[in-house]
């Protein structure tokens, strides 16, 4: 079964526009493609260095898919590999298990926002 959480990075703005509205109809990239890119723990890595190199002040959002049903499609992706993407839905906060900024373990793995 694939992951029940993914994770979708945004900036400080954005993350500010999904506490103070409620939702995130998603980045440029995302409007443009139709569809909210997400990433697995085991993905999330990749994104990063790909999509967000040099970037700071980052957010770490994790993202409850069952609760998104049917509006989450599992498709290839970089790699060949399996990716989470959201249509016709935003992120809202009723989605949102945690969030945290972007920091890293002193191992430079990614530390996960702590949910519940």
Known sequence: MPDSIAYKVLTADQLDALEHQGSFAGA????ADGYIHLSTADQLAGTIDKHFA?????QLVAVDLEALGDAVKWEESRGGALFPHIYGAPITLDVVLAYSPLEY????????????
């Open 105 to 116: 373990e002193p191992n430079g793995e990614i530390r996960l926002p702590v949910t519940g």
């Open 54 to 58: 040099g970037q700071t002040g980052l």
């Open 28 to 31: 440029p990239v995302d409007l």
